[in-house]
């Protein structure tokens, strides 16, 4: 175990450090911040010393050893929209990201696993027939669409839920939540539907399979012929072997799910990350660029990591060969 946490580290630190020059050298290409930071009547000399008091007037390797050098203690530059610490902006908003994220996924396990544990069970019924048209929906429906189409309907015609913000948050054990407040559940209830459609539908599927595929096995037959239900074979000899692959592929869905929140907090208007490095690339905000993108690898990795633990205590032949 000792090796393999070695080496997932060593590994970890080289992606850091490849993704850093390669997001360092995009943004860099992208565009000259000062275009945007100042206006079109400002003289060469307050670009001058607008472009040295952001160090936009070293050469590109001096800036990203700056930046690097400055990142390994935990600095990853001043935002140049915000005046502050970038990852301060960041972490200001990853909260309501991960709140968001959090929803979606525990939404598409509490109805993407009943779904299709009663499709798996009824293969080529009615049942089976709409839950995988339903699936075949959730994934084909573009993220953007459907979520104008839920503000639409109950956001417009119904009047039930609001479509934009986070709206009144609350403590829980130190923890501002939008789950603290009526107010605040009701503002997520749209956009986490939105960002979990997908997820439900890949969920079904996944179950679905797994149990068509785990029924016909060995165990069960043994198990049926002990004399145990239906029932408790398929939610606990059966649900404890498919879950290995539903596992290890919402680990990593979920990172996915932060990284790719971006277009349902920008439809809602979820002042999440998201919605930050849309309105930063648009500034130019180099460094809140460069430390999200650094965030989001890094949670990427630590998910991943997760993800092989779990999958280990699931499974103990990981165990024997790790």
């Known amino acids: 175990m000792t090796v393999f ?27 000259d911040p000062l275009e945007i930071l100042l206006p079109a ?8 010393q607008v472009a040295a008091s952001l160090r936009l007037d070293q050469p590109l390797p001096v800036q990203y050893l700056h930046f690097l050098g400055s990142a390994l203690t935990g600095d990853f530059g001043r935002s140049f929209v915000f005046n502050r610490p970038a990852l301060d902006v960041i972490f200001e908003r990853l909260p309501a990201t991960l709140e968001l994220t959090f929803t979606a996924l525990i939404l598409s ?6 779904l299709g544990l009663w499709a798996g069970r009824r293969p080529g019924t009615l049942v089976d027939e709409s839950v995988m048209t339903g699936s075949i929906v959730g994934f084909s429906l573009p993220n953007f669409w459907q979520g104008m189409m839920l503000i639409m309907i109950f956001a417009v015609w119904l009047g ?10 609350g403590e829980i054990l130190g923890i501002r939540t939008s789950f603290a407040t009526w107010d605040g559940i009701r503002h997520l209830i749209l956009p986490a539907t939105n960002l979990a459609l997908a997820q439900i539908a890949l969920v079904i599927r996944l179950t679905r399979t797994g149990v068509q595929e785990t029924m016909p096995l060995d165990f069960v037959k043994f198990a049926r012929a002990r004399g145990i239900s239906e029932r408790r074979i398929l939610m606990v000899h059966v649900l404890k072997t498919i879950l290995i692959p539903i596992v290890t592929v919402l680990g990593i869905e979920f990172g996915s799910l932060i990284a790719f929140a971006v277009v349902t907090e920008t439809i809602f208007a979820w002042p999440g990350v998201g919605k930050l490095i849309i309105d930063s690339i648009n500034a130019l905000d180099r460094p809140i660029v460069v430390a999200y993108i650094l965030v989001i690898v890094t949670m990427f990795i630590v998910i991943n990591f997760v993800v092989d633990i779990l999958y280990s205590a699931l499974d103990p032949r990981v165990r024997r060969r790790a």
Do not use: N
Not at 5 to 29: C, D, H, N, P, W
């Open 160 to 169: 039930w839920l609001p479509s934009t913000g986070r709206g009144q948050t």
């Open 109 to 114: 396990l509490m109805i993407g696993l009943p």
């Open 5 to 31: 946490l070695l080496r997932r580290l060593m590994q970890a630190v080289l992606v850091l450090l490849v993704t850093s020059i390669i997001v360092f050298v995009g943004v860099y290409a992208i565009g």
């Open 41 to 48: 009547d400002a003289s060469a000399a307050e670009r001058a």
